[in-house]
């Protein structure tokens, strides 16, 4: 599986941005796609993951609200809208995959990464 993230670039504070994940390939049986980010200095952190069949969504506290997480079965993407964006928000923003039937936050559970799109919010 090949992932490759897209739409990062900067934004006003209070502004949206929606990212992309395009993905080369479904896996078979039950998987996830979520997304990541990464400040300097900072652990990657977890933000939102979808669960490709069923669709379900799992949503950190620190963006459940203003992130949302979605798919299109057609294109085989799955998107990343933020809203309210906030200076803190800035980092690197991750796409990852795992397969599995059950979710995980730990980046190290998750097999696959997308190369990262950088993602600047400024006050």
């Known amino acids: 599986v090949q992932l490759q993230a897209s739409g990062g670039g900067l934004v006003q504070a209070g502004g949206p941005l929606r990212l992309s994940c395009a993905v080369s390939r479904r896996p078979f049986g039950s998987y996830f796609i979520a997304w990541f980010r990464q400040a300097p200095g900072k652990e990657r952190e977890f933000l939102a993951a979808?669960?490709?069949?069923?669709?379900?969504?799992y949503y950190a506290d620190s963006v459940q609200g203003r992130f949302t997480i979605s798919r299109d079965n057609a294109e085989n993407t799955v998107a990343l809208q933020m809203n309210g964006l906030k200076p803190e928000d800035t980092a690197v923003y991750y796409c990852?995959?795992?397969?599995?039937?059950?979710?995980?936050?730990?980046?190290?559970?998750?097999?696959?990464w997308g190369q990262g799109t950088q993602v600047t919010v400024s006050s």
């Open positions: 990852a995959a795992r397969s599995g039937r059950f979710f995980v936050t730990r980046p190290v559970n998750y097999a696959y």
């Open positions: 979808l669960e490709w069949n069923d669709g379900s969504t």
